[in-house]
């Protein structure tokens, strides 16, 4: 049985890390990783940690701010993640568990999860019922909208380390530069790779039909976020519709959302955000409801602790893998044959390389 800890204090630290390769949305074109490091110490002496992704560099302070009062609801208190998560959910529930309240609980949340991993010393994989087991990955980083030469060089580029599938993002004015991408990529890497696309919110319904349609031909492994994420009676028409699968789920505001969508029949597939879907505590609840629908479930983002998650997930499907913290950690997520090898040792395998910290802190 793993030695009870109590909550002593939070500390955060704002990092801009560059990224290999840049990330052109539809949305907007990312060339440095905006990371909040978050350290949840104990009075037992144990360190839980994670990081969220911020978006934007000026994001950070008021995530910041929020874990200054999480620290003041939680010091004290035993380290449960169960318990604390529901204390936390009533504390905030009249201001609303959304935005950045909800990305700083679901920070603390994943740091407790870690602080008690650790105290077990088992990997988070196991803590959770899983087990350090290879998982299955696509390469999610950069190729983004750009000439479509220069996007069929990096998808090769891409497929070091053994990946059998990418994620290409789409959103080019119009459905023939959509098209001229696909095909380029295409026939760069080969029919045997798997190819997902991801339009980030970029369509209307009817566009979104009329652009899915054409994508029907082109052997689209699912087709993401083509419209506002949370319309998902157009995600029902769409699934409807459409040949291609229908992949959402990365902006499920906690796991009610996904009961929601998954009540509308708005997803052949699902991807829950950790800094979203409730830290560690909501995935749990998300792998439930994925296997009470039969639907997969495939991660986003944050791949050094969703690895281990996938390991407890029924319904697993892929791993979003992105290198977007290797710069700042001691030991990053290792890729062999497509597969993120998830660590053994205790904890979620997160450490600080604090010269790189101190050298990209913001």
């Given at each position: 049985m793993a030695p009870?800890?109590?909550?002593?204090?939070i500390?955060?630290i704002?990092?801009?890390?560059?990224?290999?390769?840049?990330?052109?949305?539809s949305?907007a074109?990312?060339?440095?990783?905006?990371?909040?490091?978050i350290?949840?110490e104990t009075?037992?002496?144990?360190?839980?940690?994670s990081?969220?992704?911020?978006?934007?560099?000026g994001?950070m302070p008021a995530i910041?701010?929020i874990l200054?009062?999480?620290e003041?609801?939680?010091r004290?208190?035993?380290?449960?993640p169960?318990h604390?998560?529901g204390?936390?959910a009533?504390?905030?529930?009249l201001?609303?568990?959304?935005?950045?309240?909800r990305?700083?609980v679901?920070?603390f949340?994943?740091?407790?999860?870690d602080a008690?991993?650790?105290?077990?010393?088992v990997p988070?994989?196991?803590?959770?019922g899983?087990?350090?087991e290879?998982?299955?990955?696509y390469?999610s980083?950069g190729?983004?909208l750009?000439a479509?030469?220069?996007?069929?060089?990096?998808?090769?580029?891409l497929?070091?380390?053994?990946?059998?599938?990418?994620?290409?993002r789409?959103g080019?004015?119009t459905?023939?530069?959509?098209l001229a991408v696909?095909h380029?990529?295409r026939?760069?890497?080969g029919?045997?790779?798997t190819l997902?696309?991801d339009y980030?919110?970029a369509?209307?319904v009817?566009?979104?039909?009329?652009?899915?349609?054409?994508?029907d031909?082109?052997?689209?492994y699912?087709?993401?976020e083509?419209?506002?994420h949370?319309?998902y009676?157009?995600?029902?028409?769409?699934k409807?519709e459409?040949?291609?699968?229908i992949?959402i789920?990365e902006?499920?505001?906690l796991?009610?959302a996904?009961e929601a969508a998954?009540?509308?029949d708005?997803?052949?597939?699902v991807?829950?955000?950790l800094?979203?879907?409730?830290?560690?505590t909501?995935?749990?609840r998300?792998?439930e409801?994925?296997?009470q629908h039969?639907i997969?479930?495939?991660s986003?983002l944050f791949?050094?602790?969703?690895?281990?998650?996938?390991t407890?997930?029924?319904?697993r499907h892929f791993?979003?893998y992105?290198?977007?913290a290797d710069?700042i950690v001691c030991?990053p997520l290792?890729?062999?044959?497509g597969?993120?090898?998830?660590?053994s040792?205790?904890?979620n395998?997160?450490?600080w390389d604090q010269k790189?910290v101190?050298r990209y802190?913001?």
């Amino acid at each position: 049985m793993a030695p009870s800890l109590t909550v002593r204090a939070i500390r955060s630290i704002g990092v801009e890390v560059p990224m290999t390769y840049a990330l052109g949305t539809s949305r907007a074109v990312i060339t440095k990783a905006p990371l909040l490091l978050i350290d949840l110490e104990t009075e037992e002496g144990i360190t839980g940690r994670s990081y969220l992704w911020s978006y934007m560099p000026g994001v950070m302070p008021a995530i910041a701010a929020i874990l200054e009062v999480v620290e003041e609801i939680a010091r004290g208190q035993p380290l449960d993640p169960f318990h604390l998560s529901g204390v936390l959910a009533a504390r905030f529930a009249l201001i609303g568990m959304q935005g950045i309240i909800r990305m700083a609980v679901a920070g603390f949340d994943m740091a407790a999860w870690d602080a008690v991993a650790i105290a077990a010393n088992v990997p988070l994989a196991t803590l959770v019922g899983g087990r350090p087991e290879p998982v299955v990955a696509y390469n999610s980083c950069g190729l983004g909208l750009m000439a479509p030469d220069k996007v069929a060089d990096e998808a090769e580029q891409l497929l070091v380390g053994g990946f059998g599938a990418v994620k290409l993002r789409l959103g080019y004015p119009t459905l023939a530069e959509d098209l001229a991408v696909v095909h380029a990529v295409r026939s760069r890497i080969g029919d045997g790779i798997t190819l997902m696309v991801d339009y980030n919110q970029a369509l209307d319904v009817t566009d979104a039909l009329a652009r899915g349609r054409a994508l029907d031909k082109e052997n689209i492994y699912w087709l993401e976020e083509p419209i506002r994420h949370d319309d998902y009676a157009g995600y029902a028409q769409l699934k409807r519709e459409l040949k291609t699968p229908i992949q959402i789920g990365e902006n499920f505001s906690l796991p009610f959302a996904m009961e929601a969508a998954l009540a509308a029949d708005a997803a052949t597939y699902v991807m829950p955000d950790l800094e979203r879907i409730g830290g560690v505590t909501g995935w749990l609840r998300a792998a439930e409801l994925a296997q009470q629908h039969g639907i997969k479930m495939s991660s986003h983002l944050f791949p050094e602790i969703s690895a281990h998650l996938m390991t407890a997930t029924p319904t697993r499907h892929f791993l979003e893998y992105v290198d977007w913290a290797d710069r700042i950690v001691c030991d990053p997520l290792k890729i062999v044959d497509g597969k993120a090898i998830v660590p053994s040792r205790a904890g979620n395998g997160l450490a600080w390389d604090q010269k790189a910290v101190e050298r990209y802190r913001v």
